[in-house]
Protein backbone atom coordinates (compact mmCIF):
# COMPACT_ATOMS: atom_id res chain seq x y z
CA UNK A 1 0.00 0.00 0.00
CA UNK A 2 1.07 3.61 -0.82
CA UNK A 3 0.09 6.95 0.42
CA UNK A 4 0.23 10.18 -0.09
CA UNK A 5 -0.38 14.12 1.84
CA UNK A 6 -0.38 16.48 -0.23
CA UNK A 7 1.71 19.58 0.45
CA UNK A 8 -1.07 22.61 1.04
CA UNK A 9 0.20 26.00 2.44
CA UNK A 10 -2.43 29.14 2.85
CA UNK A 11 -4.37 31.00 4.79
CA UNK A 12 -6.30 29.27 7.85
CA UNK A 13 -9.88 30.26 7.26
CA UNK A 14 -11.26 33.46 9.08
CA UNK A 15 -11.05 37.05 7.95
CA UNK A 16 -7.49 38.78 7.53
CA UNK A 17 -6.67 41.65 10.21
CA UNK A 18 -7.72 45.21 9.18
CA UNK A 19 -6.01 47.41 10.89
CA UNK A 20 -6.58 50.91 12.71
CA UNK A 21 -4.28 53.03 14.76
CA UNK A 22 -6.04 54.81 17.30
CA UNK A 23 -2.52 57.21 18.42
CA UNK A 24 -2.08 60.42 16.49
CA UNK A 25 0.93 59.41 14.08
CA UNK A 26 2.81 62.16 15.70
CA UNK A 27 3.46 60.23 18.24
CA UNK A 28 5.59 56.79 18.38
CA UNK A 29 3.24 53.73 17.71
CA UNK A 30 3.05 50.30 17.48
CA UNK A 31 0.36 47.58 15.72
CA UNK A 32 -0.10 44.09 16.20
CA UNK A 33 -1.87 41.88 13.61
CA UNK A 34 -2.06 38.09 13.56
CA UNK A 35 -2.99 36.04 10.37
CA UNK A 36 -3.96 32.16 11.03
CA UNK A 37 -1.68 29.75 8.82
CA UNK A 38 -2.40 26.22 7.62
CA UNK A 39 0.91 24.59 5.75
CA UNK A 40 2.06 21.36 6.25
CA UNK A 41 5.08 21.93 4.04
CA UNK A 42 8.16 24.96 4.85
CA UNK A 43 6.78 27.96 3.29
CA UNK A 44 7.72 31.70 2.34
CA UNK A 45 5.80 34.46 3.78
CA UNK A 46 5.41 37.74 1.56
CA UNK A 47 4.74 41.22 1.82
CA UNK A 48 4.20 43.86 -0.45
CA UNK A 49 2.68 47.28 0.72
CA UNK A 50 0.82 49.46 -1.64
CA UNK A 51 2.28 53.38 -1.43
CA UNK A 52 5.48 52.37 1.10
CA UNK A 53 4.11 54.59 3.31
CA UNK A 54 1.19 55.83 5.47
CA UNK A 55 -0.20 58.57 2.86
CA UNK A 56 -2.39 61.31 3.43
CA UNK A 57 -6.24 60.10 1.76
CA UNK A 58 -7.70 63.43 2.59
CA UNK A 59 -4.96 65.89 1.46
CA UNK A 60 -2.43 66.05 -0.96
CA UNK A 61 0.96 67.79 -1.04
CA UNK A 62 0.50 71.15 -1.46
CA UNK A 63 4.41 72.84 -1.01
CA UNK A 64 2.96 73.73 2.90
CA UNK A 65 5.90 72.25 4.24
CA UNK A 66 3.88 69.80 6.24
CA UNK A 67 4.81 65.65 5.21
CA UNK A 68 2.11 64.31 3.58
CA UNK A 69 3.45 60.38 4.25
CA UNK A 70 5.08 58.51 6.93
CA UNK A 71 7.15 55.39 6.54
CA UNK A 72 6.72 52.85 9.37
CA UNK A 73 8.60 49.17 10.07
CA UNK A 74 7.03 45.97 9.73
CA UNK A 75 8.38 42.68 11.12
CA UNK A 76 7.37 38.88 10.67
CA UNK A 77 7.78 36.24 13.16
CA UNK A 78 6.16 32.89 11.71
CA UNK A 79 5.41 30.50 14.57
CA UNK A 80 6.42 27.02 13.65
CA UNK A 81 6.64 23.42 14.80
CA UNK A 82 10.04 24.45 14.93
CA UNK A 83 9.75 27.09 17.06
CA UNK A 84 9.35 30.92 16.04
CA UNK A 85 11.25 32.52 13.23
CA UNK A 86 11.73 36.23 13.25
CA UNK A 87 12.53 38.67 10.52
CA UNK A 88 14.18 42.06 11.05
CA UNK A 89 12.20 45.17 10.81
CA UNK A 90 12.12 46.48 6.95
CA UNK A 91 11.01 50.12 6.18
CA UNK A 92 7.54 50.40 4.46
CA UNK A 93 9.68 52.43 1.71
CA UNK A 94 11.61 48.68 1.09
CA UNK A 95 8.24 46.86 0.87
CA UNK A 96 6.36 48.19 -2.60
CA UNK A 97 6.91 45.90 -5.17
CA UNK A 98 10.45 44.77 -5.95
CA UNK A 99 11.77 46.43 -2.54
CA UNK A 100 15.21 45.18 -0.79
CA UNK A 101 13.14 43.92 2.63
CA UNK A 102 14.05 40.29 2.75
CA UNK A 103 10.09 39.57 2.70
CA UNK A 104 9.02 41.83 -0.07
CA UNK A 105 7.55 39.05 -2.16
CA UNK A 106 3.78 39.42 -4.29
CA UNK A 107 3.87 35.38 -5.07
CA UNK A 108 2.96 32.90 -3.29
CA UNK A 109 6.41 30.63 -2.26
CA UNK A 110 8.92 33.80 -1.92
CA UNK A 111 9.66 35.96 0.79
CA UNK A 112 10.49 35.32 4.64
CA UNK A 113 10.90 31.55 5.09
CA UNK A 114 9.72 29.15 7.44
CA UNK A 115 13.12 27.32 7.68
CA UNK A 116 12.75 23.59 8.20
CA UNK A 117 9.16 24.17 9.69
CA UNK A 118 5.57 24.01 9.33
CA UNK A 119 2.32 25.74 10.53
CA UNK A 120 -0.44 24.04 10.90
CA UNK A 121 -2.85 26.02 13.24
CA UNK A 122 -0.09 28.70 14.34
CA UNK A 123 0.49 32.04 13.38
CA UNK A 124 2.29 34.90 11.62
CA UNK A 125 2.67 37.49 13.74
CA UNK A 126 2.80 41.18 11.91
CA UNK A 127 4.69 44.08 14.33
CA UNK A 128 3.97 47.29 12.73
CA UNK A 129 5.71 50.65 13.95
CA UNK A 130 6.77 54.12 13.42
CA UNK A 131 8.42 56.77 15.38
CA UNK A 132 7.80 60.17 17.13
CA UNK A 133 7.03 62.72 14.09
CA UNK A 134 9.72 64.90 16.54
CA UNK A 135 12.22 62.63 15.06
CA UNK A 136 11.87 63.17 11.41
CA UNK A 137 12.17 66.96 9.54
CA UNK A 138 8.34 68.06 9.08
CA UNK A 139 5.40 67.99 11.00
CA UNK A 140 2.03 65.45 9.28
CA UNK A 141 -0.41 67.47 7.77
CA UNK A 142 -3.70 67.23 9.01
CA UNK A 143 -5.80 64.03 7.61
CA UNK A 144 -6.35 60.41 7.51
CA UNK A 145 -3.29 57.99 6.38
CA UNK A 146 -3.54 55.14 4.56
CA UNK A 147 -1.51 52.22 3.12
CA UNK A 148 -2.49 48.61 2.66
CA UNK A 149 -0.39 45.85 2.91
CA UNK A 150 -0.73 42.52 0.70
CA UNK A 151 0.23 39.64 2.08
CA UNK A 152 0.99 35.98 0.10
CA UNK A 153 2.09 32.74 1.70
CA UNK A 154 2.90 29.49 -0.12
CA UNK A 155 4.80 26.38 -0.30
CA UNK A 156 8.65 27.59 -0.50
CA UNK A 157 9.35 28.18 -4.11
Same mark, same amino acid.
Given at each position: ????????????????????????????????????????????? $? +?????? &???? =? *??????????????????????????????????????????????????????????? $? +?????? &???? =? *?????????????????????????????
Amino acid at each position: MIARISSRCGFAAGDLPSLTASADLEEPGQLLANVELDCNTPYAF $G +ITAAHG &ALVN =I *DARDDESGFAFAKTYRVAVALDTDQGVVRSQPCSSADLIEGGSCAFAASRPGEGFSSGP $G +ISIGRR &ATLT =I *DWPPQSALPSRLAAGRYKDTLILVVGARA
